[in-house]
C-alpha cells in the first residue's frame, strides 16, 4: 500500500511531466513572453504584499500581528480581517489575471 506522500509524489511527476510537454509545444517566444509575463505578476504581488503589510503596521501601531490579534477584542479584528480579505482578493484577481494572459499566449 503507498503512502500518502508516495501518490503525492507520483501526482507532482506527472504534472511536471505534462507541463514540460506542454512547453516543448510552444516557440521560443511564446517561452520568453510567458516567463516575462510571470516576473511582472510576481513584481506586482510582491509589491502588494509590501503594501499589506504596511497597512498592517498601521493599524497594528507597529506591533507584529500575531501579539496584536491575541490581545484585541472581536470586535477591534475587523479592520484587520478586512484588510487581510481585501489582500487575498487582490492577489488572487492578479494570479487569475497572470494564468490567463499565460493561456492567451499557449493559445496563440
Known amino acids: 500500500?503507498?503512502?500518502?506522500?508516495?501518490?503525492?509524489?507520483?501526482?507532482?511527476?506527472?504534472?511536471?511531466?505534462?507541463?514540460?510537454?506542454e512547453m516543448k509545444k510552444l516557440s521560443p517566444e511564446q517561452r520568453d513572453l510567458i516567463e516575462e509575463t510571470k516576473k511582472i505578476y510576481?513584481?506586482?504581488?510582491?509589491?502588494?504584499?509590501?503594501?499589506?503589510?504596511?497597512e498592517m503596521m498601521k493599524l497594528t501601531g507597529g506591533t507584529p500581528l500575531e501579539a496584536v490579534r491575541a490581545q484585541l477584542p472581536p470586535e477591534a479584528q475587523v479592520p484587520l480581517d478586512e484588510a487581510r480579505k481585501k489582500h487575498?482578493?487582490?492577489?488572487?484577481?492578479?494570479?487569475?489575471?497572470?494564468d490567463e494572459k499565460i493561456e492567451t499566449i499557449k493559445k496563440g
Open 1 to 21: 500500500m503507498k503512502s500518502a506522500l508516495e501518490i503525492a509524489m507520483e501526482k507532482t511527476s506527472a504534472i511536471g511531466d505534462q507541463a514540460r510537454e
Open 42 to 54: 510576481e513584481g506586482k504581488i510582491a509589491e502588494r504584499e509590501v503594501l499589506f503589510q504596511q
Open 88 to 98: 487575498i482578493e487582490t492577489r488572487e484577481a492578479l494570479e487569475k489575471e497572470r
